[in-house]
């Protein structure tokens, strides 16, 4: 049951800045690896097995995949279970990964981002003894009518709310008047972010009577610039390049590892600085050269939701009801400002907490056509 994109995520990928690699002529052999808990983990052995599939970023892409690995080795030294894991490098090799996981009689897969949702689909279908979860996407028809499924759980989050206030703090730190954001390709988990963001700029020049433009996303026309996939870290590196020359100084790439090129352009600029995602891109080793120039990061607490989701199935308690990620329930954030901490005003910081106190109250609603 192969899905297409909708008119409007057709029509933004057409924008996209560069093309997808070519895809293999054959199809890889799944990558899976079993690691066997026990006294050397520190919990209890148990005959449950959590199972994870990564997308074409892989696991260490400072990002959600990594987000969610650290929620499958978290729950293997804390619950004593049995783990295996799926690291795609090809969207070829999708299918090939979740066949594995239902050989291996997993108890529970998770597959990890919007770009699995038909593989996920597919094998809970067909495996309705078998439970899965889904990461940043839940399931439809053919015709993008919602499916639920009793044996998979939707992991949502609606990040529209943290983005907006990224986008807010973006528009009272620029210096050039001028912000930005790109995606790695149209998903609705992508273009949630970009959404909240540029509503955010908007809601800061409403407040305060400027002018801050925000280039790489309209939200009415849900189009905008891609790079085209979430692993070419050059596309990245030169759509940023790009804003800047346009006068951007403040950029939120929502590409996954493609983001570590935006790092590497704002390093070529004086007063540049980027917006990571997912995880809080200061910590995150891969970036240690350019942790002076993340302004903050728009948080999805992927680890704890691939945790709980396999906490609770251990516990014989597996629920196919969608979690979703909000500020009010801490599913979603912003990360620390680290080393602008000094430099963002203190006014600035009252108003985002101001309006983060109103999201939460439900005084204030961030819409998009992808929240959840």
């Known amino acids: 049951m192969k899905k297409t994109l909708p008119a409007a995520l057709v029509a933004a990928a057409a924008l996209t800045l560069a ?22 983990t520190g919990g209890e052995s148990t005959d449950f097995t959590a199972c994870l599939i990564s997308d074409e970023g892989g ?28 690291e795609s490098t090809d969207p070829g090799q999708y299918a090939a990964n979740a066949d594995a996981m239902v050989q291996a009689g997993c108890s529970l897969t998770v597959g990890v981002g919007f770009a699995l949702e038909d593989t996920i689909q597919e094998v809970a279908e067909a495996n309705p003894d078998l439970n899965f979860a889904l990461v ?25 709310e943290a983005a907006f206030l990224a986008g807010y703090l973006a528009a009272g730190m620029t210096e050039t008047g001028t912000v930005a954001t ?4 149209p998903f609705p988990s992508v273009t949630i972010f970009m ?11 409403e407040a305060n009577g400027t002018d801050v433009q925000a280039l790489g996303w309209d939200k009415e026309a849900q189009n905008g610039s891609m790079t085209g996939d979430f692993t070419n870290t050059e596309n990245g590196y030169n759509t940023t390049q790009q804003f800047i020359a346009d006068g951007a100084d403040i950029i939120l790439p929502v590409a996954g590892p493609v983001g570590s090129g935006s790092l590497r352009a704002a390093a070529e600029h004086e007063g540049v600085s980027v917006i990571w995602v997912d995880s809080d891109g200061y910590e995150q080793p891969a970036n240690a050269d350019y942790q002076q120039l993340i302004l903050t990061s728009v948080l999805k607490q992927i680890q704890t939701a691939v945790y709980d989701t396999i906490d609770s199935s251990v516990g014989g308690e597996f629920s196919a009801e969608p979690y979703v990620g909000t500020l009010e329930n801490g599913g979603v954030g912003l990360a620390p400002f680290h080393d602008f901490e000094d430099a963002v005003p203190a006014e600035l910081q009252a108003e985002i907490e101001d309006l983060q106190a109103q999201i939460i109250a439900g005084e204030l609603e961030v819409t998009s056509p992808s929240a959840n």
């Open 195 to 205: 959404d909240g963001f540029v509503d955010g700029v908007a809601a800061y020049n």
């Open 136 to 160: 940043d996407s839940a399931f439809s028809d053919a015709e993008f009518n919602p499916v639920e499924l009793d044996n998979a759980k939707p992991l949502l989050f609606n990040t529209q």
């Open 182 to 185: 790109y995606g790695g390709q």
């Open 59 to 86: 696991w260490d892409d400072a990002s959600f995949n990594e987000s969610a690995f650290n929620g499958l080795t978290q729950a293997e030294a804390d619950l004593g279970i049995e783990v295996r894991d799926a």
């Open 19 to 40: 093309a997808c690699g070519a895809a293999p002529e054959e199809e890889p052999e799944a990558t899976g690896e079993e690691t066997t808990a026990g006294e050397e």
